[in-house]
């Protein structure tokens, strides 16, 4: 599927992987129509990679890049690049640093350093359309995104959100999910999101829960189905290393955490 959107000359393909994680499937983003930069290829779907060239038609594509390595945003980047004889781009491959600049015939893509969901992710900026390319920084229709541990670090995902913040974008694309077209707002709604679950955290650990699982059950109840709950241990690990780096829990005999 391929949708024309707001911003002038910048287009969206959905990929075919629809799940609980993904949402709606991984959205391939087309900036440019002449001089085109390919935002995370998605998965190594043949299928998928044939739309995103038919929608490209006669346009050059200049460049290949990805927001971060999960596989769904990067797993294509590799044929991707090969079928139009660019390199493939990442942070994570050394290709990619904050402050670079890729040029299309829609305007300038800035690189913005993002770290957070994983420590190698970076959202790009097109500031002639006031708009923000995040990855999955944050989830169309949603007020969160994943920050698990080992790779995600809640204290960098909050002050990238306020990097993204200090843009001032008129629209934030994500990488699953609709546009954000209020994003300040959005900004708003994910950070009170994360205050609000530190609190849970806080709250379960005083009220005597031991472990990340029994934490989990704490706040997001019982009925959280088992790849979900994984995650969502993941998850509170997470919270836990950012609410200890701060000073609001420590470390007790055994590893465990408690409140201070």
């Given amino acids: 599927m391929a949708e024309e959107l707001g911003a002038a000359a910048v287009r969206v393909v959905l990929a075919p992987n629809a799940s609980p994680m993904t ?3 991984t959205r391939t983003y087309l900036v440019g129509t002449e001089r085109v930069v390919v935002i995370d290829p ?6 998928h990679l044939d739309a995103v060239a038919e929608e490209i038609g006669d346009g050059v594509v200049v460049g290949v890049v990805v927001t971060h390595g999960h596989p769904d945003h990067s797993a294509g980047a590799a044929a991707m690049a090969a079928r139009w004889g660019v390199a493939a781009r990442s942070a994570a491959g050394g290709g990619l640093e904050a402050g670079d600049r890729i040029e299309t015939d829609a305007g300038e893509l800035v690189v913005v350093a993002t770290p957070g969901h994983t420590p190698d992710h970076v959202a790009f900026h097109l ?30 995902y909050l002050a990238s959100l306020a990097r993204v913040r200090s843009l001032a974008p008129r629209v934030i694309y994500p990488g699953h999910g609709e546009p954000f077209t209020d994003p300040a707002a959005a900004i708003d709604a994910y950070v009170r999101h994360r205050e609000e679950r530190e609190r849970q955290v806080v709250a379960a650990l005083a009220a005597g829960a031991d472990s990340p699982e029994a934490i989990v059950a704490a706040v997001y109840g019982e009925g959280l189905p088992s790849p979900l709950r994984r995650q969502a241990a993941r998850a509170v690990v997470a919270y836990l290393e950012h609410l200890e780096r701060t000073g609001r829990i420590r470390r007790a005999d055994g590893g465990r955490w408690v409140c201070v």
């Fill in 23 to 25: 949402l709606d499937g």
């Fill in 127 to 156: 500031p002639a359309a006031g708009a923000v390319f995040c990855g999955d920084l944050m989830m169309g229709g949603m007020e969160t995104a994943l920050v698990a541990a080992p790779e995600g670090d809640l204290g960098a």
């Fill in 42 to 47: 998605g998965p190594a779907d043949p299928a």
